[in-house]
């Protein structure tokens, strides 16, 4: 007679009803943000190095929205490529209540209001040296500066009808800066999704094609963006952001950071989101072009892999494609 386990853990393993019925986790289109970017332009416009997405004008940027509504996705994420002419030093474009941005907001809200409209905090679209902020002579981004202007750029989103604000700006205080200005505005409902822990990473090339910030980048954001190598940082940055009044937090990039999204949640029981980067997004999509990997299943995983991790929710430039295979 054999003693042979009678514990046999591949036994829930043998179906597919059985798998369904066992299984921790669970992935449904409700758990993704879908971002998007916009252009000023008449036509929609693919970008090279993020194959399968395009920037889009206004008219495109509100039929993705009802494509969200009609696939369940609850919120798009919007991101503007500011015509060059209008980029400047201190960014002022991003304080214009009529800029590519707040017309995006207002378009949607208009047509598909039903749909949440999260809004990026930070200056790069608008800056002609591609930083997140306001810079000094030597070239440093200045701190405080930057903090009030983002609070005033915070206010234009939420009066364009913002549903959520998200600094990805990584100043510090300015989280505490933007719910003071959105109380004392008239905005106290308007969320604020702070990129908490954002590192300064490789993962952001295609990004930054995307909006324009790419040619113009001086240097690195190495000054404000967290070291890769830092985790307590990581839940010092999130300890301020909360104490400052952000309703969520976000850990970016991704994968490379899953171990950062679960102490960040088993330390403070908060919403916490991830962020699946565009160069997190363009390496599925290579391994799916080599036939390296299969790319259906290389999205699921992944998307799974959050919300195994503790993810609320995942902005993801495969949100649209993963509701697709969800719902089926
Ligand atoms: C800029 C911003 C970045 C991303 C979101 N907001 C890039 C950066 O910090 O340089 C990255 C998103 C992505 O790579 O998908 N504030």
Redesign the pocket.
């Known amino acids: 007679m054999s003693s042979y386990p009678a514990l046999r853990l591949r036994r829930t393993r043998a179906a597919d009803w059985s798998r369904r019925m066992h299984a921790e986790t669970v992935l449904t289109a409700a758990d993704l943000i879908w ?1 998007l970017f916009v252009t000023a332009g008449e036509s929609e416009e693919p970008i090279g190095t993020l194959p399968g997405v395009s920037r889009w004008p206004i008219g495109g940027i509100v039929e993705r929205a009802r494509e969200a509504r009609d696939l369940g996705i609850p919120c798009v994420a919007l ?1 503007p490529n500011t015509p060059p002419e209008l980029r400047s030093d201190d960014g002022a474009e991003a304080l214009n209540p009529n800029n590519l941005m707040c017309r995006a907001i207002r378009a949607i809200k208009e047509a598909v209001p039903e749909v949440g409209v999260l809004t ?1 905090v ?1 200056l ?2 608008y800056t002609a040296h591609g930083h ?1 902020g306001l810079v000094d002579d030597n070239g440093y981004v200045v701190n405080d500066a930057t903090a009030e202007a983002l609070a005033r750029q915070a206010l234009v989103q939420a009066a364009a009808g913002a549903d959520i604000v998200a600094p ?2 990584m100043m510090d205080g300015r989280v505490g800066r933007i719910r003071e200005a959105l109380e004392a505005g008239g905005y106290a409902n308007v969320q604020i999704m702070a ?1 908490a822990a ?1 590192y300064a990473s490789g ?6 094609e995307a ?1 324009g ?1 790419s040619g113009l980048l001086k240097g690195d ?1 190495k000054t404000y ?1 967290m070291d890769p190598a830092n985790a307590e940082e990581a839940l010092r940055e999130v300890a301020l952001d909360l104490a400052e009044g952000a309703d969520s937090v976000m850990v ?2 991704g994968l490379p950071y899953l171990d950062i999204l679960l102490r960040v949640k088993n330390a403070f029981e908060v919403p916490v989101f991830a ?1 699946q ?3 997190e ?1 363009a390496m599925i999509e290579a391994a799916a072009a080599t036939g390296a990997g299969e790319r259906d299943v290389l999205v699921l995983e992944t998307l799974m892999a959050f919300k195994r991790a503790g993810a609320s929710g995942v902005l993801s ?1 495969h949100a649209a494609h993963a509701a697709r295979l969800l719902n089926r």
């Open positions: 971002p991101f990026d930070a790069d679209p997140d990805s700006d990129y954002k993962f952001y090339g295609p990004f930054r909006v910030s954001k963006q970016k990039p962020y980067t565009s160069g997004y430039y």
